[in-house]
């Protein structure tokens, strides 16, 4: 299908009666959703169906205007910096710091203020630890981080190549290397417990003496609880297992605590573009938060069925029952302010914004734990935790708010239950940041900032200031350690210390653990709180960095630095030289346009938001919306400027499909696009997104690919 097709049937679609919803208060409701809400998300609650739907039909009436106000605002904003770029071709800088403080873009900075959050877990506020990120579609994934509080330090160093980056290699166990991973987790418990006299080497058991006596806080039967820079660590006692028959003291693993909390997501990492999708999110974020979730498949010969774990009890060292938590807590990602979703059509036609949807359900779903609902519970601070992200300055993070005050006021819940978290990773929210976070302050619970929709957005911003930067000269570039350490030193000066987390981004490569031990202990040491991690592996190698790294120490000695100033954080990453050799530009383009089709057809054709996925030399990446969207922007601008012609973008989009087509070929349900140019969906949305990459709001890649991915269920 081309993109001239794709417009055809979105205007088609547009115009075609809705049949098939059910009436609720005014609203056309997809009946997979007014199911859902009735007969699951309700009952119990103590709210009616017509108290729901009626202030849904309220919320929208009030915040669409609203909604469709500040995208407006976002085009005007956008508009006056590219007309800025037009008069000024040769300035070769961004928009200066004055021009957009007359446009509104910068506001003026509040005075100085601390946040009033109350009530927020320990896991937010005062542990630092590592964070999971999971796509809500996939109730395995959930589950997997659901339990991922916990992870074996053995199987983790075992099984990967943190070691001393060789994987294993072979079924049979290779007692040479489990040799040097018992040497490497004793080594670590020398660094952050250590024993009164002797290494851990040496311990032979009974209860060990620590240098620090205060650090063992308990028992599990014959394990021991210790607990460091506010983490637990269980040390495994079982001379009757294959390992611990060869320790001197039996131990026969080392867990860390890991995973402290998890996102579910809604947004980046889900391919959710109707009712269906929807509600299979809504059910899982239902079921994780209640504790009833249950997720079957198949390894092996064998049927496994996963359930969240239970907490467990210890015994203090007075003898006293004591609960050790077992899951992460959850928060939820909704969407942002951009999209809408055929999932309830107001009554003038239009679809329903995405967010305030969200908002809604997912407050809904909120009130199963903070009722004891469920058979687990989730926060014991009596909290609804959502995460927000891709808001574009203060107004936006204002209208945030101002939507999950009226969703508690739908709900019957006291003001600021709903907590938020404001996600750093839109340029004017990044120039802006001390007046976002002034805007939801007493109720935001975190801060973090992401790296690659800031890229996207930094791109999008300035494409008509010149050529960008090469993508990897981009990480190098002035304005990113600028962005990295704002975040931080405004977040300590607005005072989230001990109240609240500061975040960092992902780590991408979920198979390079040796290489994430030596550079993520970076976030720590920045001062964040937490970081996010792709899988329950890596959440606790990640943990060991929080060890090594006391966060509350480095935010102390952070605490009195001067910000740095907003003209850095400005300055835009353009090329100074844009005299690339042929090869160098091919080499770029070819790499971007492999990772928009590996990632495309995996969105558009399976359905899959977030996955590992082959890059140009075959090595899995973890992908999702903000990596396309950079790769989408980046190949947008160069074909704005001259630097690569349609011709050369349309010849990398033949050759890479056969690339990508080749990466998938075991895969039976795969569509090819090599041979098929002119009818794959995939294809010509990738192309879309880079032609008419400049049009794209923000440079978001939703609205394409939302469009797209209905064409291909639809099966057209």
Not at 144 to 161: F, I, K, P, Q
Not at 195 to 219: F, H, I
Not at 314 to 341: A, F, I, K, Q
Not at 658 to 669: E, H, L, S, Y
Request: include cysteine; aromatic fraction near 6%; proline fraction near 5%.
């Amino acid at each position: 299908m081309t993109t001239a097709s794709l417009r055809q049937q979105q205007q088609s679609d547009a115009n075609t009666p809705r049949a098939g919803t059910v009436q609720r208060a005014g609203l056309a409701v997809d009946p997979v959703l007014a199911d859902f809400i009735e007969h699951e998300a309700l009952p119990s609650t103590g709210i009616e169906a017509g108290r729901f739907w009626s202030g849904l039909a309220d919320l929208a009436d009030r915040f669409t205007p609203q909604n469709r106000d500040l995208l407006q605002r976002r085009e005007e904003l956008q508009h006056q910096i590219d007309d800025w770029h037009r008069a000024n071709p040769d300035a070769g800088i961004g928009v200066p710091p004055r021009k957009l403080r007359e446009m509104g873009y910068l506001v003026p900075e509040p005075e100085a203020f601390t946040i009033g959050t109350a009530n927020v877990d320990p896991e937010i506020a005062t542990i630092a630890g590592p964070q999971l990120v999971v796509p809500a579609l996939n109730a395995r994934f959930v589950l997997n981080a659901v339990n991922a509080r916990w992870g074996s330090l053995y199987d983790a160093l075992y099984g990967t190549d943190a070691l001393d980056g060789s994987t294993p290699s072979g079924a049979d166990y290779d007692a040479g290397r489990g040799a040097r991973v018992i040497a490497w987790a004793k080594a670590f418990l020398d660094d952050v417990v250590p024993l009164a006299e002797g290494m851990w080497s040496e311990w032979t058991g009974s209860v060990p003496a620590l240098a620090n006596p205060d650090q063992l806080v308990g028992t599990i039967g014959d394990n021991f609880i210790l607990k460091h820079n506010g983490l637990h660590i269980e040390i495994v006692i079982d001379d009757s297992h294959p390992i611990g028959s060869g320790d001197p003291a039996g131990i026969a693993d080392v867990r860390l605590e890991s995973a402290l909390s998890t996102i579910i997501d809604l947004e980046d990492s889900v391919a959710a573009v109707d009712a269906v999708d929807k509600v299979a999110g809504y059910r899982n974020w239902l079921g994780a938060l209640r504790g009833d979730l249950v997720a079957s498949f198949t390894k092996g010969d064998e049927k496994v069925i996963r359930t969240a774990n239970p907490d467990r009890t210890y015994r203090d060292m007075h003898g006293d029952e004591r609960t050790l938590r077992s899951r992460s807590l959850l928060l939820v990602r909704n969407v942002g302010h951009l999209m809408t979703n055929p999932a309830v059509y107001l009554p003038d036609g239009s679809e329903i914004f995405e967010g305030v949807l969200d908002a809604a359900v997912t407050g809904l779903i909120g009130l199963h734990d903070l009722k004891g609902l469920g058979r687990l519970g989730n926060s014991a601070t009596g909290s609804i935790y959502i995460v927000k992200p891709k808001m574009h300055g203060p107004e936006e993070c204002a209208f945030a708010d101002s939507l999950f005050a009226a969703v508690e006021d739908m709900l019957g819940l006291a003001r600021n239950t709903i907590k938020i978290g404001v996600m750093d990773e839109e340029r004017r929210t990044s120039a802006n940041l001390a007046a976002c976070i002034h805007a939801v302050k007493d109720r935001v619970f975190f801060i973090n900032t992401g790296f690659l929709d800031r890229t996207g957005d930094e791109i999008h911003t300035s494409m008509l200031a010149g050529p960008m930067q090469r993508k990897g000269d981009i990480k190098k570039a002035e304005w990113i350690a600028a962005y990295e350490d704002r975040n931080v030193q405004i977040g300590l000066a607005c005072g989230l210390a001990g109240r609240a987390q500061i975040g960092k981004g992902m780590w991408a490569a979920p198979d390079r653990m040796q290489a994430m031990l030596a550079e993520k202990i970076g976030h720590p040491m920045s001062g964040a709180s937490t970081a996010w991690v792709p899988s329950p592996t890596a959440a606790t190698l990640h943990a060991v960095h929080y060890h090594h790294c006391d966060v509350a120490d480095r935010q102390r000695a952070r605490a009195n630095e001067k910000t740095v100033p907003v003209e850095k954080l400005l300055t835009v990453p353009l090329a100074e030289d844009a005299n690339w050799s042929a090869d160098e530009i091919a080499t770029e383009l070819d790499n971007n346009v492999q990772g928009i089709l590996g990632y495309m057809v995996r969105w558009i054709d399976a359905g899959v938001g977030c996955s590992k996925v082959p890059d140009i030399n075959d090595i899995g990446l973890m992908e999702d919306r903000a990596t396309l969207r950079i790769s989408s922007q980046h190949i947008a601008n160069w074909l704005h400027h001259g630097i690569v012609s349609r011709f050369m973008v349309d010849d990398a989009l033949h050759r890479m499909a056969a690339k990508v087509d080749a990466q998938n070929d075991g895969d039976p349900t795969y569509r090819p696009m090599a041979g098929n140019e002119r009818h794959s969906i995939a294809l010509n949305a990738a192309r879309e997104l880079i032609v008419a990459g400049t049009k794209q709001p923000s440079g978001y890649t939703e609205p394409v690919l939302h469009r797209a991915r209905a064409l291909a269920k639809q099966g057209r």
